[in-house]
């Protein structure tokens, strides 16, 4: 039997790729190693947001996505997730112009509902005042999590169609999409994790079904243009089969 997949194109190899998704680790691990307090590997952590984003414009991605802010981060000691919501705050106030200038489109996806209103409101303001922009959409997960995002999906799809729950044989992966928190932007090509942990971490798990995961130890204060360059020759390198065989790859259609 044929099974329909949302992943039906094979898109071209040996590229830049189109969507880049990083789990930014390592700002806590950074500074205990030069004995700060945590909190500054996040305020450093925010430098090397603006080199990637920067980065990834010059090198013609299309869709970059940041997880800054997982479901599970508000376990974190309460001063460190005060420090991270204004870090968010001070951000989005400083940046947006920033962004505007390098044609940035900022979207934000995840529970905004957890966040106080003040910060719903400069989320809300930022996402309007780029909505132009077309060169690099920039996507911030804040208070994301993958399994979160599916069952929101469902959800929102069942309150739009409630006759689908008496035909649940309806329901495949075509009609679920467009209700994702990413149903904007194609499937990631390449994910990076830094930090040198190997998982996936409840980010995009839907949406990372057939992209290339890419881990380096580099901690993310440290992450950089050469660190980019590193993880997308080691995506030029990769074959993508989507289930294919190689020989089907390589057999002119
Ligand atoms: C993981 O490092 C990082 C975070 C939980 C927060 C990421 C936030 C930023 C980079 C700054 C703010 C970003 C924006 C977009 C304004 P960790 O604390 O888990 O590090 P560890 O594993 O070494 O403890």
Not at 66 to 74: C, D, K, V, Y
Not at 162 to 179: R, T
Not at 223 to 240: G, H, P, S, T, V
């Amino acid at each position: 039997m044929r099974q329909a997949s949302s992943t039906q194109a094979i898109p071209a190899t040996g590229q830049t790729p189109r969507h880049v998704a990083i789990i930014m680790d390592g700002n806590g691990r950074w500074a205990t190693r030069r004995k700060l307090p945590r909190t500054a590997g996040h305020v450093r952590g925010v430098q090397a947001v603006r080199r990637t984003v920067e980065a990834c414009g010059q090198r013609g991605v299309e869709y970059l996505t940041l997880f800054a802010f997982s479901s599970e981060n508000w376990r974190r000691p309460a001063q460190e997730v005060s420090l991270l919501m204004r870090l968010f705050v001070r951000t989005l106030e400083k940046e947006v112009d920033k962004l505007i200038a390098q044609g940035v489109r900022l979207r934000i996806v995840g529970n905004l509902g957890a966040f106080d209103a003040r910060l719903r409101q400069l989320i809300a303001e930022a996402e309007q005042r780029t909505a132009k922009e077309i060169t690099l959409t920039l996507t911030i997960a804040a208070n994301y999590g993958g399994r979160w995002d599916i069952l929101q999906a469902i959800q929102a799809l069942l309150r739009a169609q409630p006759e689908l729950a008496q035909h649940p044989e309806a329901l495949d992966e075509a009609a679920l999409s467009p209700w994702l928190a990413m149903h904007y932007a194609p499937e990631p090509d390449l994910f990076i994790r830094t930090g040198g942990e190997q998982r996936i971490s409840n980010f995009l798990i839907w949406q990372l079904a057939y992209t290339e995961l890419y881990f380096t130890d580099c901690y993310w204060p440290d992450f950089n243009a050469d660190e980019l360059d590193r993880a997308f020759a080691w995506y030029r390198d990769r074959e993508r089969r989507f289930g294919r065989t190689s020989e089907q790859l390589h057999t002119p259609r």
